[in-house]
């Protein structure tokens, strides 16, 4: 490709990619929350009752617009990696989770509420697998939440809490 066309080219580009409006500093306040070191204790009720501990880092990227999270190793010798953001095409906070045995989740938006400090994910209505979960944030160090995953027909799969406390 000659210089001249790879200029435009390049130009082009630069001038068809969106431009991100600045979120809101509210909006980016709530994945501030979710930012730093953490405790976790997982209290598993179904399908086997156990209790799993382990260590959580969350980090906002530069621009405070992705927060990055991962864990130590756990008791079983498994590791997440999950990341966060806001979109604003729909108003909420979704995120991808990873973990080290290949499984991967995607959870749709969650909504933040103000008023209770807390955020909601739940699965859309279409879904096969319906989740739900809920965390409200207790006081600055401390975040507590809720998650109960059903299959198509309203059987429980999973159904546990877990509370973070900041280091």
Same mark, same amino acid.
């Given at each position: 490709?000659?210089?001249?066309?790879?200029?435009?080219?390049?130009?082009?580009?630069?001038?068809?990619?969106?431009?991100?409006?600045?979120?809101?500093?509210?909006?980016? $306040? +709530? =994945?501030?929350?979710?930012?730093?070191?953490?405790?976790? #204790?997982? &209290? @598993?009720?179904?399908?086997?009752?156990?209790?799993?501990?382990?260590?959580?880092? $969350? +980090? =906002?990227?530069?621009?405070?617009?992705?927060?990055?999270? #991962?864990? &130590? @190793?756990?008791?079983?010798?498994?590791?997440?990696?999950?990341?966060?953001?806001?979109?604003?095409?729909?108003?909420?906070?979704?995120?991808?989770?990873?973990?080290? &045995?290949?499984?991967?989740?995607?959870?749709?938006?969650?909504?933040?509420?103000?008023?209770?400090?807390?955020?909601?994910?739940?699965?859309?209505?279409?879904?096969?697998? &319906?989740?739900?979960?809920?965390?409200?944030?207790?006081?600055?160090?401390?975040?507590?939440?809720?998650?109960?995953?059903?299959?198509?027909?309203?059987?429980?799969?999973?159904?546990?809490?877990?509370?973070?406390?900041?280091?």
């Amino acid at each position: 490709m000659k210089r001249g066309a790879l200029m435009w080219l390049a130009t082009a580009v630069a001038f068809a990619a969106p431009t991100l409006a600045a979120p809101d500093p509210r909006q980016l $306040a +709530v =994945l501030k929350r979710f930012a730093g070191e953490w405790d976790v #204790s997982v &209290s @598993v009720r179904r399908p086997i009752k156990t209790v799993v501990r382990y260590t959580e880092s $969350a +980090v =906002l990227t530069p621009g405070g617009r992705l927060l990055r999270t #991962s864990t &130590s @190793v756990k008791p079983d010798g498994s590791q997440d990696w999950s990341m966060m953001t806001f979109d604003p095409a729909s108003g909420g906070y979704p995120i991808w989770i990873f973990t080290s &045995s290949g499984a991967t989740f995607y959870l749709a938006p969650g909504k933040w509420d103000e008023q209770t400090h807390s955020i909601s994910w739940e699965a859309p209505a279409a879904s096969p697998v &319906s989740h739900k979960t809920r965390c409200t944030f207790v006081d600055e160090r401390t975040r507590s939440c809720e998650t109960i995953v059903k299959d198509w027909k309203g059987s429980v799969l999973l159904e546990q809490g877990y509370t973070a406390v900041r280091r």
